[in-house]
Structure formats: C-alpha cells, structure tokens
C-alpha cells in the first residue's frame, strides 16, 4: 500500500467540484487518510512548487495556487500514487480522455483543478509540507457500519 498527496486547486473549489472528486477516488477504492482545506501561503506554495522555479509560468502559478482555498487530501490504496494520476488525467484538460477529472471538467493548462503526487519520493515530501501533522491511519470496514 502507498499513500499519495491530492490537492484540489483554488479553480476546482471555486466551481464546486471538492465532492464530485472525492466521490471518484472513494468510488475507485482508495482510502481518504487526510483531507483538510486551507489558503496556501506563499511560502508553502513556492517549496511545493519549487521544481518550476525557473519556468516563466512560476510566478502565475504561484499566484494561482494561493489566490483562494485548497482542499488537500491524502490518499491510500495499492499503487494509489498511479491510480491517482490515471484517475486525474493529463495536464491539458482538451488533451485528456472523457472519464478522467480533467478530460470531464478541464478546457486548461493552467486552470486544471487537480494536483497529483507524481512518485513515491514526491508523495512523500508533499505530505509531509501539506501533512506535518502526518495523516490517519485506521482499518476501512464499511459493512460494520450499516448494522448496529
């Protein structure tokens, strides 16, 4: 089992899509061990993104990520680092197949409502920025919760 860092950006909270997205992680089997909605300092947001600090697009993105709230979450599963990003779909929401987040609600490269880890040493490192207080751990057992 792995554990990945997913952050639904400032556009997808705007449109309303924080449930649709989640409904589609749950509806895959992963397991939501963290989840919380904060405003992104700048601070915060120029670490996570620090691999772009030399591409003309970083100063937007960094105004863009922290321009409104994001929902972070963690998620666990079998190979849920891939899952994840199948589940997300390309950058480029035109470029993206129906049926994933951003081929159903993308039109943007740079409006694309959804963050994913892209490795296990990402995933890590963005839990631990997003995360510090670390996630949930505990046993999803669903059918004991229909019964008293």
Not at 33 to 55: C, D, P
Not at 65 to 82: E, F, K, L, N, Y
Not at 106 to 114: A, K, L, P, R, S
Not at 126 to 136: I, Q
Request: aromatic share 10%; charged share 20%; hydrophobic share 40%.
């Amino acid at each position: 089992m792995e554990t990945t860092y997913i952050m639904v950006k400032p556009d997808g909270v705007q449109r309303g899509l924080v449930g649709e997205i989640i409904q589609r992680f749950e509806r895959k089997g992963l397991q939501l061990v963290g989840l919380k909605q904060v405003i992104a300092s700048e601070e915060i947001a120029k670490t996570h993104y620090a691999v772009h600090a030399e591409r003309p697009f970083f100063p937007g993105l960094i105004k863009f990520v922290t321009s409104g709230p994001v929902v972070c979450m963690a998620w666990s599963g079998r190979d849920a680092i891939s899952v994840a990003r199948n589940l997300i779909g390309p950058t480029n929401g035109r470029e993206a197949a129906p049926g994933t987040i951003r081929g159903d609600f993308g039109m943007d490269i740079g409006y694309n409502m959804i963050h994913g880890s892209d490795a296990t040493d990402t995933a890590e490192f963005e839990l631990g920025l997003w995360f510090p207080e670390g996630v949930n751990d505990w046993n999803q057992d669903s059918q004991s919760w229909v019964y008293e």
